[in-house]
């Protein structure tokens, strides 16, 4: 497969990645928008007091989802863009959101490792304290909290509800990572073929043909096809005799006697 080949493959390539990527940065976000404004976190955010693990949880869980699926959308329709524009600097810019998108999701990915029952634990905590609360100072708002709760929430459904939770985010964390190192890959490919001048239209690369020394420059083909059809035709073997004979040609085609 030769060079040109290559990088029309590349680029097909790259337009597939970009939509598989802003499809994922779609997913991020609406995974994102669930978590934070869903009923199952949101009923335990708000009755957690100020200050608490979950509530820090649930605030960087936002903000980072929605940086990442911006990081992805970006990343994808500067490709995009430069792929079909044929932009090292455009995709200079998508290369470098892809690699801030896989430096996130790595962190993602190690947390998920590290700390897979953080948020269970956060929101059963919540849980511990509002009980509590409610049982030994029989207060009405904690009650009302615990119930609130309960009609959203048992404890065996907090369980299943985050297990399901925690494989989606490891799902779109595997697809993430696979397709930001692809993606890199074919961003900087592409990079070097427009830095080097190897376009698929080869766009700005015209050659000067040579000429002759003294010789008339080439004009344009919409001019060579303009005089070409307004050119008279082509003379004959007796006309141009005559035309190199000169004025000799309206006395006969003989010369003209000269004083001696």
């Excluded at 989606?168 to 890959?185: E, I």
């Excluded at 001019?223 to 005799?241: I, K, N, Q, V």
Aim: glycine share 10%; aromatic share 8%; charged share 15%.
């Amino acid at each position: 497969m030769g060079s040109w080949s290559r990088v029309r493959a590349a680029k097909c390539q790259m337009l597939a990645t970009s939509c598989f990527v802003l499809l994922l940065g779609l997913c991020v976000a609406t995974a994102t928008l669930l978590t934070h404004f869903g009923a199952h976190f949101a009923v335990v955010s708000r009755v957690s007091p100020e200050g608490s693990p979950y509530k820090a949880l649930h605030h960087w869980a936002f903000y980072a989802g929605i940086g990442l699926a911006g990081l992805l959308t970006l990343g994808a329709a500067l490709s995009a863009t430069a792929t079909v524009r044929e932009a090292g600097g455009l995709m200079a810019g998508g290369f470098l959101c892809f690699a801030l998108a896989f430096c996130a999701l790595v962190q993602v990915a190690v947390w998920g490792v590290h700390s897979p029952s953080q948020v269970e634990d956060a929101m059963l905590d919540v849980y511990d304290l509002v009980y509590d609360q409610a049982v030994k100072g029989r207060s009405g708002a904690r009650w009302q909290e615990l119930v609130a709760i309960q009609d959203t929430d048992c404890l065996r459904a907090i369980g299943s509800f985050l297990r399901t939770h925690r494989h989606v985010t490891s799902a779109l964390t595997g697809a993430g990572l696979a397709a930001m190192v692809y993606a890199m890959l074919l961003s900087s490919f592409l990079w070097l073929a427009i830095h080097e001048g190897r376009s698929l239209h080869r766009k700005g690369a015209y050659a000067l043909s040579p000429r002759a020394h003294g010789g008339r420059p080439q004009e344009p083909s919409f001019f060579r096809r303009f005089e070409d059809t307004h050119a008279p035709p082509p003379l004959s073997e007796e006309d141009a005799l005559n035309d190199r004979l000169g004025p000799s040609r309206h006395l006969g085609g003989r010369r003209p006697l000269q004083d001696s």
